[in-house]
């Protein structure tokens, strides 16, 4: 029997973790929806039926002792947890999963597991980026054996309203210096000076515009596959947004949109969905000389139900495998189960 957490259950990527999981549940498992909102959980548990159970939650509050227990399985979707919890966590000998995309805060994750060494298992890095694009560049990395950099470019279509922490993260990290690892040594990169075109081939040949942020999955590729450098780009779906968010990071309102970042994420869900609803994914291996090695490209839905996807998978994967210690993603899957699992999604 297994127990299963899904902290900040009733979000947009939580709840999508709680919709797939919820299908592969064996008897005596259980899935607890938990957050400080215990309504919202429990309007979400009455959809999951009764292997489901609602629990109030605030992993920024007062730790409350023997909430979680050995054996437990925990997907965190919330933006942050406090040093106090994931001390008491990294305690307990369970398995944690972290869908986060900030260095900074995963960074502090690994740390407070890691001075409990083999007592539980950390995994970071898991959802559509980082995560897919770890296990996407990992299979390029086998494959080509020059590689000098890879390149990661993110598409999201804007057809459908992407949720409120994700918006505002990305609209902070548009206005960001951010870390990348080149020759081994952190350099600090603006936003503004990196913006580059790609060409996408799903589901038919197109060119876009993306910005380079800080995605923590540079520095984790380029660690890991021992690589000059490693960089992700983002852009939007329409083409002409990018245009659009290209001006506005050259311009001093760069600093609005850092400063405003939340009130720009609650607009953004008032306003009409424009554009397809998608998730293109293509990784880009090179040479010393910056010659293109090759590429993987994928193309999937709604980039929430894809990072959920991704996180229900490495739940899986924990409980089976019961493996301890800090790790990411690519130590417990690889893109040939992603793509025989989740086989809607379009490759190239």
């Not at 910005?211 to 002409?240: C, E, K, M, Y």
């Not at 980039?303 to 924990?318: D, F, P």
Request: aromatic share 8%.
């Amino acid at each position: 029997m297994t127990r299963y957490w899904i902290v900040g259950g009733y979000g947009d990527v939580g709840s999508a973790v709680a919709q797939s999981l919820i299908t592969t549940l064996a008897a005596g498992d259980e899935l607890f929806i938990a957050g400080r909102n215990l309504g919202k959980a429990e309007a979400l548990v009455g959809e999951l039926g009764d292997q489901a159970k609602a629990i109030e939650l605030n992993v920024n509050g007062p730790v409350v002792a023997g909430q979680f227990q050995p054996g437990d399985v925990v997907v965190n979707t919330v933006e942050t947890i406090s040093d106090e919890w994931l001390s008491a966590l990294a305690q307990t000998g369970l398995s944690f999963i972290d869908v986060s995309a900030t260095e900074d805060y995963l960074n502090r994750v690994r740390a407070l597991f890691g001075q409990y060494g083999q007592k539980s298992l950390c995994i970071t890095e898991v959802g559509a980026s980082p995560g897919l694009t770890n296990l996407m560049a990992a299979k390029l990395a086998e494959q080509e054996a020059q590689v000098d950099r890879i390149h990661t470019f993110i598409e999201m279509g804007m057809g459908e309203h992407h949720g409120y922490a994700a918006t505002k993260w990305f609209f902070e990290a548009l206005a960001s210096p951010y870390p990348v690892l080149i020759d081994g040594a952190q350099k600090v990169l603006s936003p503004r000076d990196q913006l580059m075109g790609v060409e996408y081939e799903l589901p038919k040949t197109r060119q876009a515009t993306a910005i380079g942020v800080g995605f923590s999955d540079q520095i984790s590729i380029a660690n890991r596959h021992n690589l000059h450098a490693a960089q992700t780009f983002v852009g939007v779906a329409p083409n002409w947004m990018n245009n659009v968010l290209c001006q506005l990071v050259r311009l001093p309102f760069s600093t609005v949109l850092r400063r405003h970042s939340g009130f720009l994420a609650g607009m953004m869900s008032k306003f009409p969905p424009v554009g397809p609803v998608r998730t293109s994914i293509k990784s880009v291996a090179y040479d010393s000389e910056q010659q293109i090695l090759g590429s993987i490209e994928m193309l999937g839905g709604d980039q929430s139900e894809l990072t959920a996807e991704i996180a229900a998978m490495g739940a899986r994967a924990a409980d089976v495998q019961k493996q301890t210690g800090v790790i990411s993603l690519p130590d417990i899957l690889d893109l040939d189960q992603v793509k025989q699992q989740l086989p809607r999604l379009t490759w190239r």
